[in-house]
């Protein structure tokens, strides 16, 4: 009688909460929800009176791959977290440029979705994949999403993503690598090679580079496929490209280090590793180092080289 007396309406009775009601507030009624609580809550006959909160649930993820308590990798930068929101979405694409990948690897097999998208071949100018089943590619693409809690192997960082293994032109010119990666981010480069392949859509959302090249200085051709690809991949948004800075311990400064690395518009990527897994991160010892660094990530030392034998 009293919840009619207020103006609200009665939804149902809580047959495990005795005589509780869930109350609803008319559309017309000219005060609110904490109003309603603070007028019932204050009466001597009521015991409690409060909103019905929504509540987001995350889930506490621990992938069952057997591996995983060897990949210190995660807990240095907060992966599980990351996955309480998100293993990440199949409608982002990371391409890996490297010298391919095993595709048939089981740590990549999943029915939810198709893992691979538009591998190829930059070397024979093949998209068959077959032929690109390598070690090196194979453990980057695993490091970048293998698949989580399938009870295989290690866990990639973001398992729910689609990957585009693409191997790399060997002595290519500017010009090979520059189509090369306007054509990854989805964009025409308007090659005239034989047997280049057709433009896709959608192109990657991120670029993962796990080679570089040195030279006197970065080519106009390859800045400016950089700037096109940044400014118009991912439907405009741009791609995201990362450099590796290299293993040879030297100190990455400007114009001492992989010119494709240090550009503005690549992310230039060092290895930090953490062994034993409850002692400090710290550099790998041969990876390169300096003020033109943008991000230091593990990827090297003891501990993750499992992920080396697991995915090789």
């Known amino acids: 009688s009293s919840a009619k007396e207020a103006g609200l309406d009665v939804l149902r009775w809580l047959p495990y909460s005795p005589r509780t009601a869930v109350l609803r507030v008319s559309g017309g009624a000219d005060f609110g929800v904490l109003d309603v609580c603070d007028y019932f809550g204050n009466r001597d006959n009521v015991v409690f009176a409060e909103p019905n909160l929504i509540t987001t649930s995350v889930l506490d993820v621990t992938p069952n791959d057997f591996l995983f308590g060897n990949q210190p990798n995660h807990g240095i930068i907060g992966t599980e977290e990351a996955w309480d929101v998100t293993f990440g979405s199949d409608d982002v694409i990371v391409a890996v440029v490297d010298n391919g990948c095993d595709v048939n690897h089981p740590d990549f097999a999943t029915t939810e979705f198709t893992k691979f998208y538009q591998a190829f071949d930059f070397l024979g100018l093949d998209s068959n994949v077959f032929n690109m089943n390598s070690s090196h590619g194979t453990q980057s693409c695993g490091i970048v999403g293998a698949v989580a809690d399938n009870d295989e192997g290690i866990s990639g960082v973001a398992p729910g993503c689609r990957l585009m293994p693409i191997r790399r032109p060997s002595g290519g010119t500017d010009t090979d690598y520059a189509d090369m990666y306007v054509w990854i981010a989805g964009l025409d480069p308007e090659s005239a090679t034989p047997g280049f392949p057709a433009v896709i859509s959608p192109g990657a959302d991120v670029i993962s580079n796990s080679f570089g090249r040195y030279e006197m200085e970065i080519s106009g ?4 496929a950089f700037d096109a690809v940044t400014d118009d991949g991912r439907d405009g948004l741009g791609c995201v490209v990362l450099y590796s800075v290299g293993n ?12 494709w690395a ?3 518009r690549t992310i230039a990527v060092a290895s930090s590793r953490n062994s034993p897994p409850d002692a400090a991160e710290e550099k790998v010892s041969s990876s390169s180092f300096g003020p033109a660094l943008d991000v230091c990530a593990p990827g090297g030392g003891p501990n993750n080289a499992v992920e080396a034998r697991v995915m090789s």
């Open 221 to 224: 051709t390859m800045s400016n």
């Open 262 to 264: 240090e550009y503005d």
């Open 248 to 259: 040879d311990n030297v100190d990455f400064t400007v114009g001492n280090g992989r010119r």
